[in-house]
């Protein structure tokens, strides 16, 4: 979510995710609480025999308040289900907050490597690696013919999930979405939209990803995800230039009046911030808003999530406590970046 | 035969028993997972889908009686039934793939359509499936022993494991 790497003004990140198992253990809803210690600490130590792994963070999820169990959850580091399981169970984190461990998920182990832009190859690599340095000190439920043995038969083989985060503002506006997204479906990959503070799709934010697991390589996979991408860039550019030589000012509007709410608002909900950020996001793209950058959106979007807003003011909020603190952060924040950017600018 | 929904080949083929007369379904993977999907059941995406997937493949291919027998198959490594997989859609050991195999084998095609892996393996523990059952099958006897305060019987056990981990067995 850094606003850098390869075709970032769309591709917010890419990220991959292998599902690994124990071969000594039954999977995770077969486990006594005395297994899942087990596994936990099994894992912990051998995770810390690898040169260059010491140096991750180790949390216990189950030791965690809420609030800082969401906040993994809107950094990505976790998913929502570790954050709301029950029993022993934990992540380890790197230092940039690329790689992630999760321990005692739906599977014992869930590696993620996730990279800003569209950059799945040096992910592959990244998670590559490090799946064979695990696989050097922990035995892997494998089978000849089926591969990595997973706890759902939808993850059976590779284990592995690639998926890629997407910006697609002008495809919506111009209601060509729906057309992607069932020209995707028939090549087997599935779509998704970004979820906000509920479980309501948020605007223009769209995940794709593998549907299958078994019977391609892992680097076809990556291939299939990463051959089709270029070509939903090229069409959100295409609906963006479209939008932009018809209707500039309608579309110059939208975004400035976007950017004027987040300027000025009192009071925000998540969900609409997330519209009006992705509107700005495209304003900034478009050169429209020029004292922006990509980053400072990308940091937006996370850093007005619940979890973060309740961090930072360091106390428990109620929703109607975290509109207003949202809207105060966004209010200095887009002042505050205004500013520097007039001042370099003189 | 085509799918009734896209242009990708049929490879699921469902049969409606709920209206007056059999209805039948001839539908690709993704069209038959957004039909069982958006079709009864509820709750969370991927389990009523994996559920509905397994609930329709086995209504064409068995009666009730045979149904219910397979439904009582539990697996003898995790002790997880048939019954209990179909429900939650999550399997309780490696062994499953195995002892439920016959079962597992057309949903897994139906899924991703293959059933064989073509992807990395792993390249130091290289047990066989039997190997890795018998991992587990040890790793219960050392708990079990541990629980007796058998701890010569633990060693012994521990002693086991550790050859099959490194490929002395």
Redesign the interface.
Request: positive net charge; aromatic residues 2%; proline residues 4%.
């Given at each position: 979510m850094r606003g850098s790497g390869p075709e970032s003004d769309i591709v917010i990140s890419s990220r991959i995710r292998l599902a690994r198992n124990l071969a000594e253990f039954p999977f995770i809803r077969r486990c006594s609480p005395q297994d899942r210690k087990s596994i936990e600490k099994m894992v912990h130590d051998r995770l810390h025999a690898i040169p260059g792994f010491n140096a991750l963070y180790y949390l216990r999820v189950d030791e965690l308040a809420h609030v800082d169990r969401q906040f993994l959850t809107e950094r990505q580091l976790i998913s929502r289900e570790h954050a709301e399981a029950e029993g022993a169970r934990s992540v380890a984190i790197d230092n940039d907050e690329r790689l992630s461990v999760m321990i005692n998920e739906e599977d014992h182990l869930r590696i993620q490597v996730m990279k800003s832009g569209l950059d799945l190859h040096s992910a592959w690599q990244q998670i590559n690696e490090v799946d064979d340095q695990l696989e050097s000190k922990l035995t892997y439920a494998f089978h000849e013919r089926l591969g990595y043995l997973t706890a759902c038969p939808t993850n059976v083989g590779t284990g592995m999930r690639v998926s890629v985060m997407l910006h697609l503002p002008a495809l919506v506006i111009t209601n060509q979405i729906e057309k992607v997204f069932r020209s995707l479906q028939k090549i087997n990959l599935a779509v998704r939209g970004l979820y906000g503070e509920g479980s309501q799709a948020m605007g223009d934010f769209y995940q794709i990803s593998n549907q299958i697991t078994l019977g391609k390589s892992e680097e076809e996979l990556i291939g299939q995800v990463s051959g089709v991408v270029p070509m939903i860039i090229a069409y959100e550019r295409k609906a963006r230039d479209f939008l932009i030589t018809q209707n500039r000012e309608d579309l110059h509007d939208k975004i400035s009046r976007a950017y004027g709410i987040l300027c000025t608002a009192q009071t925000i909900s998540s969900e609409e911030t997330m519209h009006l950020l992705s509107s700005v996001r495209m304003g900034v793209n478009l050169g429209l808003i020029d004292d922006l950058a990509i980053s400072d959106i990308n940091k937006l979007f996370v850093e007005t999530q619940p979890a973060h807003l309740q961090k930072l003011r360091g106390n428990e909020l109620d929703t109607a406590g975290r509109n207003i603190e949202r809207a105060l952060y966004l209010r200095r924040y887009l002042q505050d970046r205004g500013k520097e950017h007039r001042d370099e600018r003189n | 035969m085509k799918c009734q929904q896209?242009?990708?080949p049929a490879t699921f083929h469902i049969t409606e028993l709920t209206g007056e007369k059999p209805h039948e379904l001839h539908l690709c993977?993704?069209c038959a997972q957004s039909y069982l999907t958006n079709n009864p059941s509820g709750g969370t995406p991927?389990q009523p889908s994996?559920a509905g997937m397994l609930h329709h493949q086995l209504k064409v291919a068995d009666t009730a009686k045979e149904l219910a027998k397979l439904d009582e198959q539990v697996c003898p490594?995790?002790?997880?039934s048939f019954y209990e997989f179909r429900n939650?859609?999550?399997?309780?050991?490696?062994h499953d793939?195995t002892c439920f195999g016959s079962e597992?084998e057309p949903?897994?095609v139906n899924?991703?359509?293959?059933?064989?892996?073509?992807?990395?393996?792993?390249?130091?523990?290289?047990?066989?499936?039997q190997e890795?059952t018998r991992?587990?099958q040890?790793?219960n006897d050392m708990?079990a022993a541990v629980e007796k305060e058998d701890y010569e019987r633990a060693s012994q056990i521990r002693d086991e494991?550790r050859k099959i981990?490194d490929g002395q067995s």
């Open positions: - | 896209c242009e990708k993977e993704q991927i994996l490594i995790c002790g997880i939650q859609g999550r399997l309780g050991c490696p793939y597992l949903l897994i899924i991703h359509g293959d059933s064989q892996h073509a992807g990395k393996h792993p390249k130091h523990h290289q047990q066989t499936s890795q991992l587990i040890l790793h708990k494991i981990e």
